[in-house]
């Protein structure tokens, strides 16, 4: 599967910013779907995440209540909506899929995708 991220960009702290992650090339229900970052220095490390059903969900507690994960099977899309954005959310984001029997199945770990978009940077000034 193929992925594409996009809608990253410069916002100012406290502001919101959607990003999208479209799929193509395989049965994209049968994918999980998940959202790393990347902060220059830093190791990446996982932001959220949806099962295939796109009911199961996951997200890591620097962002709990602030990003939102969500999918579109219809549209073979995954969004990431993030709110009350803080100067330390500036990194690369990165989407990333892994294909499960299971639709009720989440990933938290960088380990669990097989495959990774090409990232988009997402920059929040203070």
């Known amino acids: 599967v193929q992925l594409q991220a996009s809608g990253g960009g410069l916002v100012q702290a406290g502001n919101s910013l959607t990003l999208s992650c479209a799929a193509s090339?395989?049965?994209?229900?049968?994918?999980?779907m998940g959202w790393f970052r990347q902060a220059p220095g830093k190791e990446r490390e996982f932001v959220a995440a949806?099962?295939?059903?796109?009911?199961?969900?996951d997200s890591a507690d620097s962002v709990k209540g602030r990003f939102t994960i969500s999918r579109d099977n219809g549209k073979n899309t995954v969004y990431l909506q993030m709110s009350s954005l803080k100067p330390e959310d500036t990194a690369i984001y990165y989407c990333?899929?892994?294909?499960?029997?299971?639709?009720?199945?989440?990933?938290?770990?960088?380990?669990?995708?097989?495959?990774w978009g090409q990232g988009t940077l997402v920059t929040v000034s203070s």
């Open positions: 090339g395989g049965t994209f229900r049968r994918y999980v």
């Open positions: 949806v099962a295939g059903n796109a009911v199961h969900k």
């Open positions: 990333a899929a892994s294909w499960r029997v299971h639709s009720n199945v989440v990933l938290t770990t960088t380990d669990s995708y097989d495959y």
